[in-house]
Each structure stands twice: as C-alpha cells, then as structure tokens.
C-alpha cells in the first residue's frame, strides 16, 4: 500500500513535463512514484500526456482472434491453453476473406487499426504466408496493422515487416521474478529476444503486461521496469487487468484493487511519455468511472468491439457513450505518410495474389 502519510508538499509537482526520456530507471525510483499520493501521480501522469499527447484523444484498435484455442502454452491466465479445459473449441487458422470482412466492419465502426491474434507457440511456415497475405488486404483498407502470434525469429520478423506488418504485440506479462508462476513453457528471454526481432526488422513494439494475477506490487513496478528498459519504448504498452476465465488457473485469484490499477497506468505514462499506452483487457469488468479515471492516468488507447479474442468487451454503443460522457474522441491516423503505405500495401498484396497464382497454376501442371 502507498504511504499514505506523505506529505504532498514534499513532493516536487513543477518537474520538467517534458523530461529526456529514460531507459534507467531504476525499480526504487518506480515504487517511489507508484506510493505518491494518488492526487500527486495522477497530476504528473497528466502534465506528462498533456506535453505529449492530445489529452481527449483515444487511438481505437479492434481485435480478432484468426486462430483459436488448443494452444501449446501454458499460460496460467489464457482460456486459449490446451493444458486447461476452459470449454473452448480448437479453430484452424481463418480463411483471409472472412478476415478481411471483419477488418472492414470494424473500419467501418471507427477503429484505425487491426489487431489479428493467433494461439500459437510461434507460427509454422505455411501459416506465415497465410498471414502475410492477410496484412497486405488489411493495409490495404486504410486500416493500421497489427498482430500476435507467439514468438518470432528475426527471419519471421523481416518477412512479417515486408508484407507491411506495422505492429508486433508480445507480452512481458510480469515481472522476470514472478514470471515463472505464471508460463513455463517459455522464458523471459525468449520473449525479450522476440522484442528484439521485432524491432531490428523494423516493425513498431507493442507490449506490455497483466495485472491482477496476484502478483506483488514491486512485480508491477518490476514488468514497467522491463518495458522501460526497451530502446526504444514500444510505441504501444497494453495494461490488461486479468480476465478471470473459468477453468484456468487463475479463475479464482484475488482481485486486484481498481486504483492500484489505476497507478499502473498512471506510472506507465510517466516512464513512457510518448508511448501510447492501452487500457486493454479488463474493460468490461470496470465500472465507467475507474475507466475515466484511467483516461485520465494517461491511458490513450483501448480495444474497441464486442470481443476481444475470446472474452467480452464492452459493445461499440457503450464506449461510444462513454467517449461522448468524458468528451474524448477517436484519434484520427490519416496522415500522407499512411496513405502512401496503404498504396504500397494494396500493390503488395495485387502482386503476392499474382505470385500465388503463379505458384499454385505450376504446383498443379
Ligand atoms: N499466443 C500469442 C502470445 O501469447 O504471444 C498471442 C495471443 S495471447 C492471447 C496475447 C496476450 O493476451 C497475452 O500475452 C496476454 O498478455 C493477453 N491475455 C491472454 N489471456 C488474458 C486474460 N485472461 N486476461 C488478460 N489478458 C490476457
Ligand atoms: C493484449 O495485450 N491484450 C489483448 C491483445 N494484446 C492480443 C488480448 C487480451 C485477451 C483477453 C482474453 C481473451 O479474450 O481471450
Ligand atoms: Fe497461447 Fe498466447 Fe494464450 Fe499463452 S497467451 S496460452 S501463448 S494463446
């Protein structure tokens, strides 16, 4: 619990918003901010956002699961894992047009970009060209890409980054000491070593973390710790509060107190002033004001869409009332720049139909 006894007047509100952005912080200096009192963090995390961001804009994704279920993992808090039986159906890979329909829905319901997730391990190399056609139809919407499929190496990376992939979202998920708690089926580093392929291809970093899985609170200050360290800051930090799934192994863990969520955020903006920084899964289970009050913290992103990948999310007529209620509203992505990408994106996936084409017309002669 934050020392509720310290005097806010010791506490120096006039710091530079813009400060040089950091990679050292060290974990006393984040518990410090973590046990600030709550009106004390919440007014820096909003100096910061101010000096970086459009305060009542909110960057709107929408997830689709592309493969479900039956995942080799371990994962203690995913419905997905096949060591658990949480009732859901194993699904293959989905057919690209069916995907391609979602995107445009979604699209269409005001979301900028597309988040395609897989229960993989790592994706097989067959799937890989699947998925790299399906990036070329997204782009070629107009919308933003994204995608999670487990780990890659720097080979999967290049190749996902070619087909025009702009974001790769890998999970930290915690901190390096409770981590093991958590997944056994792989490692820290193997995570860490998925960032880096990622980056060096020169896709943007999404990743970030679950709180709420009964982890202590210097493991929360210990996985912001971790994403900080990354260079550059992932350009998107996902906050999940964990999505209790009944069958896993965390159905019945304890609930993690609102504000102490709340801080998360707000200590996240902080140390990543001009990462977008997502109120992730979890959404559904919060009442309005805890949601406003993570806008406020800093969070500047959200799921948008009636499911995430398996669990619920707030219907669309919901958060858009919501948007309404606090007087945010979507942040806008087109700039000529994407507009320029989204054309060679389209002349990508004409040309990799046409090859294809070509392979599939030589394999049957
Ligand atoms: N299989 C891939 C992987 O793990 O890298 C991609 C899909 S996986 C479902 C993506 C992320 O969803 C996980 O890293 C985890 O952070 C988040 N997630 C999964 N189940 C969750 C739950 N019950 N509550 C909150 N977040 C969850
Ligand atoms: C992330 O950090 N959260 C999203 C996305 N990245 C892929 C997934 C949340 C999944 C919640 C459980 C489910 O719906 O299956
Ligand atoms: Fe599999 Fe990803 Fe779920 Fe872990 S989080 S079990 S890797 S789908």
Known sequence: MPAKSQDSTTVDLNLDPRPEVRHDWRLEEIEALFELPFNDLMFRAQQVHRA???????????????????????????????????GLGKEKLLEIDKVVEQAKAAKEAGASRFCMGAAWRSPRERD??????????????????CMTLGMVDSDQASRLAEAGLDYYNHNLDTSPEYYGEVITTRSYADRLDTLANVRE?????????????????????????????????????????????PGTPMEN????????????????????PQSHVRLSAGREQMDESTQAMAFLAGANSIFYGDTLLTTGNPQIERDRALFDKLGLHPEQRATQADE????????????????????YDAAQA
């Open 52 to 86: 970086h961001f459009d305060p009542n804009a909110v960057q709107v994704s929408t997830l689709l699961s592309i493969k479900t279920g039956a995942c080799p993992e371990d994962c203690k808090y995913c419905p997905q894992s096949g060591h658990y039986n949480t």
């Open 128 to 145: 890989l060209r699947v998925v790299m056609e399906m990036v070329g139809r997204v782009k070629a919407l107009g919308l933003e890409t």
């Open 201 to 245: 291809a020169g896709m943007k970093v999404c990743s970030g973390g679950i709180l709420g899985m009964g982890e202590a609170p210097r493991d929360r200050a210990a996985l912001l710790q971790q994403l900080v360290r990354l260079q550059p800051h992932p350009e998107s930090v996902p906050i999940n509060m964990l999505v209790k799934v």
């Open 253 to 272: 863990v304890e609930d993690l107190d609102p504000l102490e969520f709340i801080r998360a955020i707000a200590v996240a903006r902080i140390l990543m």
């Open 340 to 359: 320029a990408d989204t054309e060679t994106a389209l002349a990508h996936a004409i040309q990799r139909q046409q090859d294809d084409a070509l392979f």
